[in-house]
């Protein structure tokens, strides 16, 4: 079974200050991780992915995560926020098939 | 390119009401995903297609059906909507490929009372 969780359900941070959204997964095999945003009544938008090789990926909006296998974790990084990057954050997980798990998501507010 | 695009964008239901939510994507992506999204519990795999012609099972099939009508459409129906269905319904389309990303339309919002 493929699970993956995220610990927080709301992070708040200044800013200016470096945003932490945590992530862990539980998949047999190699995962392709994933990070998702999501604006109020918008779809999802794809930040970025980890499939195979350096494990710090620099994705959109100057955001990037760091795959730590030992630890099963795939955490969401930005060393400085801003206010237009409150918004519902997901990751996801998808082992060697199509289906592509979530987690229940965290949401990011930013204060001026 | 208009990406990943459903309709309609709001829709209420009676119970017991059927309806079709319909996706189109532009990408020419193999594969299409519907999800269904609610409060705090991420998004949940109702139905995929790996390809034309082709469609599984995901996560919460029960009380939906699938078309992929061609490569480019896939529809979402409920033959006889229930309160638990309401939700926002999310379409996706990828490429071929396990580690292809796959792309979100802005979804459909469903009431059903």
């Known amino acids: 079974a493929q699970s993956v969780a995220q610990p927080e359900d709301q992070v708040n941070v200044a800013e200016g200050n470096p945003l932490t959204v945590k992530c862990t997964y539980s998949?047999?095999?190699?995962?392709?991780l994933f990070w998702y945003v999501q604006y109020p009544n918008r779809g999802l938008q794809f930040l970025l992915k980890?499939?195979?090789?350096?494990?710090l990926v620099k994705g959109s909006y100057g955001f990037e995560a760091e795959f730590n296998k030992s630890q099963t974790s795939f955490h969401l990084k930005k060393p400085s926020a801003l206010v237009s990057d409150s918004a519902l954050y997901f990751c996801a997980v998808r082992p060697n098939d199509y289906k592509l798990s979530f987690g229940a998501g965290t949401t990011v507010t930013v204060r001026a | 390119n208009a990406g990943v695009t459903q309709t309609p964008k709001f829709q209420v239901l009676k119970t017991g009401q059927s309806m079709t939510l319909q996706c189109a994507q532009d990408m020419n992506h193999n594969s299409m995903y519907w999800y269904r999204q609610d409060p705090g519990m991420g998004l949940r795999l109702i139905y995929y297609s790996a390809s034309e012609g082709t469609t599984d099972k995901g996560e919460v099939p029960n009380g939906y059906n699938v078309s992929r009508l061609n490569k480019r459409e896939f529809s979402l129906r409920l033959e006889s909507a229930a309160p638990s269905q309401t939700s926002v319904y999310f379409c996706?389309?990828?490429?071929?490929?396990?580690?292809?990303?796959?792309?979100f339309g802005p979804g459909t919002r469903l009431l059903v009372l």
């Open positions: 996706a389309s990828s490429g071929e490929g396990y580690q292809e990303t796959q792309y």
């Open positions: 998949v047999s095999g190699n995962p392709y």
């Open positions: 980890y499939i195979t090789g350096d494990n």
